[in-house]
């Protein structure tokens, strides 16, 4: 048992040693169907506030698109020149106590029946408005973007696990890649806005040494 939990330990740190950040994909290797399917699910098992899923993905295949998403996403370009996979993570807008999205989540997935005045509803309502300050577009929007990174995480350690390399993207112009999107018929700006870009694959480098405050500067142990 101890052995075994010390192996399990050992092999949760090695995988996070071994994530990197990856500038440099091989575009000739492509991450088997099983382990992209994991990686997925991982997504999609994720968490989420009230379980109310605010996001969405977009699988990038398109060459052309690739292509020409490089003008706007100059954080993507590594991953877009040969990652195996790329992702697209939007979240949802305006996820709120009257949406249809929270009423869909709760009639077609919970299997619930939906009412405007059940107590969960309004004890969602009053966490948004009250507890978290979500009264505006932009907050919503900005709480719900800070769940799909949740699956960002969960996708990048699933990934690790596997001995899939990945690079997490926010370095793009988000009302530029909206526009370009919409315009493609690829996203409806009325429901979603872009949260980040994914690269997953294989690098080509060995990686840099990992550099990061020691634990004594992060924790405050509060006794
Ligand atoms: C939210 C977020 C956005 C990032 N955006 C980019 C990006 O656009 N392009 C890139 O090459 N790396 C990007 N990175 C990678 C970071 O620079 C990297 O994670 C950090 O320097 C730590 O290095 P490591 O991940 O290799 O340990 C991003 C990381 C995070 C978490």
């Given at each position: 048992?101890?052995?075994?939990?010390?192996?399990?330990?050992?092999?949760?740190?090695?995988?996070?040693?071994?994530?990197?950040?990856?500038?440099?994909?091989?575009?000739?290797?492509?991450?088997?169907?099983?382990?992209?399917?994991?990686?997925?699910?991982?997504?999609?098992?994720?968490?989420s506030?009230f379980?109310y899923e605010p996001w969405s993905?977009?699988?990038?295949?398109?060459?052309?698109?690739?292509?020409?998403?490089?003008?706007?996403?100059?954080?993507?370009?590594?991953?877009?020149?040969?990652?195996?996979?790329?992702?697209?993570?939007?979240?949802r807008k305006n996820v709120t106590a009257e949406s249809s999205h929270v009423k869909h989540m709760v009639e077609d997935v919970?299997?619930?029946?939906f009412?405007?005045?059940?107590?969960?509803?309004?004890?969602?309502?009053?966490?948004?408005?009250?507890?978290?300050?979500?009264?505006?577009?932009?907050?919503l929007?900005?709480?719900a973007?800070?769940?799909?990174?949740?699956?960002?995480?969960?996708?990048?350690?699933?990934?690790?696990?596997?001995?899939?390399?990945?690079?997490?993207?926010?370095?793009?112009?988000?009302?530029?890649?909206?526009?370009?999107?919409?315009?493609?018929?690829?996203?409806?700006?009325?429901e979603f806005?872009?949260?980040?870009?994914?690269?997953?694959?294989?690098?080509?480098?060995?990686?840099?040494?990992?550099?990061?405050?020691?634990?004594?500067?992060?924790?405050?142990?509060?006794?």
């Amino acid at each position: 048992m101890t052995n075994n939990s010390q192996e399990k330990r050992q092999k949760i740190l090695t995988a996070f040693e071994h994530r990197h950040a990856t500038k440099s994909f091989d575009p000739t290797k492509k991450i088997p169907t099983e382990d992209w399917e994991t990686i997925l699910e991982a997504a999609r098992l994720s968490p989420s506030s009230f379980g109310y899923e605010p996001w969405s993905f977009l699988l990038i295949e398109n060459s052309q698109i690739k292509e020409e998403l490089k003008e706007f996403a100059w954080g993507a370009i590594n991953s877009l020149n040969g990652a195996s996979h790329f992702i697209i993570a939007l979240a949802r807008k305006n996820v709120t106590a009257e949406s249809s999205h929270v009423k869909h989540m709760v009639e077609d997935v919970f299997g619930l029946p939906f009412s405007p005045d059940a107590p969960q509803t309004q004890m969602f309502k009053q966490f948004q408005v009250n507890d978290f300050d979500l009264n505006s577009e932009r907050s919503l929007f900005d709480w719900a973007s800070k769940q799909t990174y949740i699956a960002l995480a969960n996708m990048m350690t699933t990934a690790a696990l596997l001995e899939i390399d990945s690079c997490p993207i926010e370095g793009f112009n988000r009302a530029d890649v909206e526009t370009y999107l919409s315009k493609k018929g690829l996203l409806d700006t009325n429901e979603f806005g872009v949260s980040y870009m994914l690269g997953l694959g294989y690098r080509t480098k060995e990686i840099p040494l990992k550099k990061r405050q020691s634990m004594d500067e992060i924790l405050t142990v509060i006794e």
